[in-house]
């Protein structure tokens, strides 16, 4: 008989699995290297956040998280142009010093384009809170949930930036998936009272943590922060935006 690691469908997920781990750990080393990213990724972070806060449609949320990440992909574009160039030619070259101008023009372009859209989309928000006509919007749980994940996911990216250590879904401080466990644990908590169904999450979650830890790709400082992180962020916007 052969072993699950033969089967078909597990070289398939093995061999995808590879692959999303090389391309987020892309993200994370261009986050490593690249300021202006960092910078990038904080903003989008606040922007997204500044906008549910505001009640903005989902329309309106989707061009913005659109034209966000836009900008993010063209400075990872610039990112990698200008690390293909340092590595073809060692020597000063207008070619090569065109070739980066024009990679940050394009940054450039893509900036200032989502600033006028954001700028048409959430100028009258703010001119409403100008005036002192601003109450917290209410949001669905499902929502809240989605916004959660994205909000880990990118403080995620950001501390392991600073902090971490080896593949992003292999290790490093905090435990993304640990914090994506207790997230929705937290989330569960907000939409049923069954007992069963919340005791049932809470070991799911810890199982995942535990999980970590037994297969040695986190320690349980990790899984600690990560499960801190994961429910601390869910649990505040649940508190301030649920209905």
Not at 24 to 51: D, E, P, Y
Not at 133 to 160: C, E, T
């Amino acid at each position: 008989m052969k072993k699950i690691s033969q089967w078909p469908f597990v070289r398939i997920f093995s061999r995808w699995f590879d692959a999303a781990n090389n391309a987020i750990n892309g993200i994370l080393q261009a986050a490593k290297t690249q300021r202006h990213l960092k910078f990038h990724l904080l903003a989008a972070f606040s922007v997204l956040l500044f906008c549910f806060a505001l009640g903005v449609s989902k329309y309106d949320f989707a061009v913005i998280a659109l034209v966000t990440l836009l900008v993010i992909v063209a400075e990872m574009f610039n990112s990698a142009l200008e690390a293909a160039v340092d590595l073809s030619t060692r020597e000063s070259s207008e070619l090569a010093r065109t070739a980066k101008d024009i990679a940050a023009g394009a940054v450039l372009v893509s900036a200032v384009g989502s600033l006028v859209i954001a700028y048409l989309i959430l100028g009258p928000h703010i001119v409403r809170i100008g005036r002192g006509r601003y109450h917290v919007p209410r949001h669905a749980a499902g929502n809240i949930a989605v916004l959660a994940v994205i909000m880990i996911m990118l403080a995620v990216i950001l501390i392991k930036a600073h902090f971490g250590s080896g593949y992003p879904l292999r290790g490093g401080f905090p435990s993304g998936h640990t914090a994506s466990a207790f997230s929705l644990w937290i989330s569960l908590l907000h939409v049923t009272a069954n007992h069963w169904l919340i005791i049932f999450g809470l070991l799911a979650a810890l199982l995942v943590a535990a999980n970590r830890v037994r297969l040695k790709i986190h320690s349980f400082r990790d899984v600690f922060f990560g499960a801190l992180l994961g429910s601390a962020i869910t649990l505040v916007l649940f508190r301030v935006f649920y209905r």
